[in-house]
């Protein structure tokens, strides 16, 4: 067993500076992921730097209408927060579904957008895998990640924190060593209110999902003005269907729509032997969750 050394910070200036200066460093939060990659021997850290003393767990309302996640919120207070129910009612829903219940008091929002493959060869330790050395609501609702580093703080659109593999498998978000998650933002989004989120997994308890969609629309004199759609489950990020996106925009709101647009997003999906009922699973997702958005706008 190799030791592990810990430290304990109260300001972000503070931790960005011992993790940024130290490649064996990493931050600790709720440590739901991090402890349990250590436990495999699939992540090593010299220095384990604990930030739940910092002032990053309020979730608040900006002067804009926009919603404001600190990152040390953990995932259970975010989803039963009222203004996450009330204005994204998905991103809640999302939560909740995510993990069990002690797991969702101990996750923080930042750990949790950072949380690596479940795939087992990359957790076994053992097995050959790329990835050794990437939520699906935020996506749909062009949430932006808040970081602070050694060179300053910056803002990252969620769709552009998970990277594709590409030639770098092992690098899956865009921040730096040392680099802190600190907020997350959900921009005033009207349609947001009557969005929703289904979870389809092989069992209904503590499971990840093999198909996820987060849904929402708005219709103006009997079509669909604009509609947000987002997928999990189904690549290497959480992904925003913008296909079906554009499908559905100007059309009736109706199952032949739904499925138009469900079928045009998947029409380019390439699928494996063993994930290409995914396709069809993705697609009567969407239809699925369109149809339960459409109930909640008539309700």
């Known amino acids: 067993m190799q030791p592990i050394s810990y430290a304990r910070v109260n300001d972000v ?32 850290s010299d220095r384990l730097v604990d930030i739940n003393a910092l002032p990053l767990a309020d979730v608040e309302e900006l002067p804009d209408g926009t919603i ?7 995932m259970n207070d975010v989803a039963r927060t009222p203004i996450i ?6 991103v809640s829903e999302a939560l909740l579904l995510g993990a069990s219940e002690q797991l969702r008091n101990m996750a923080s929002m930042g750990g ?7 795939c087992s060869y990359f957790r076994d330790g053992v097995s050959p895998c790329n990835k ?11 949430a932006i990640v808040h970081a602070a580093g050694v060179s300053g703080e910056r803002a990252i659109p969620i769709d552009d924190f998970y990277l594709p593999p590409g030639d770098t498998p092992e690098i899956e978000h865009p921040l730096a060593h040392g680099e802190l998650i600190t907020a997350i933002d959900l921009p005033s989004t ?3 209110a009557r969005s929703l989120y ?48 554009q499908e559905l925009r100007g059309a009736p709101p109706t199952e032949e729509s739904f499925a138009r647009a469900a079928a045009a997003e998947l029409a380019e999906a390439q699928p494996r032997t063993y994930n290409a009922f995914k396709v069809a699973l993705a697609e009567r997702a969407i239809v699925r969750g369109l149809r339960q958005a459409l109930n909640g706008f008539a309700a």
């Not at 931790?15 to 992540?43: C, H, N, Q, W, Y």
């Open 13 to 44: 200036e503070a931790a960005v500076t011992l993790v940024g200066g130290d490649p064996g460093s990493a931050f600790l939060a709720g440590g739901t992921t991090k402890i349990d990659l250590m436990r495999l021997g699939v992540e090593h």
């Open 198 to 245: 289904l979870k389809f997994r092989d069992r209904q308890s503590y499971e990840f999902a093999l198909v996820s969609v987060a849904a929402a629309l708005e219709l103006d004199d009997g079509s669909i003005a604009d509609a947000r759609v987002a997928l999990g489950g189904v690549g290497t990020k959480p992904w925003r269907a913008s296909r079906a996106e």
């Open 112 to 118: 949790n957008l950072c949380q690596r493959t479940r």
């Open 190 to 192: 009207p349609l947001a």
């Open 132 to 142: 050794r050395e990437p939520g699906t609501a935020l996506v749909a609702f062009d």
């Open 85 to 90: 129910k009330e204005r994204f009612p998905a």
């Open 68 to 74: 404001r996640i600190g990152a040390l919120a953990r």
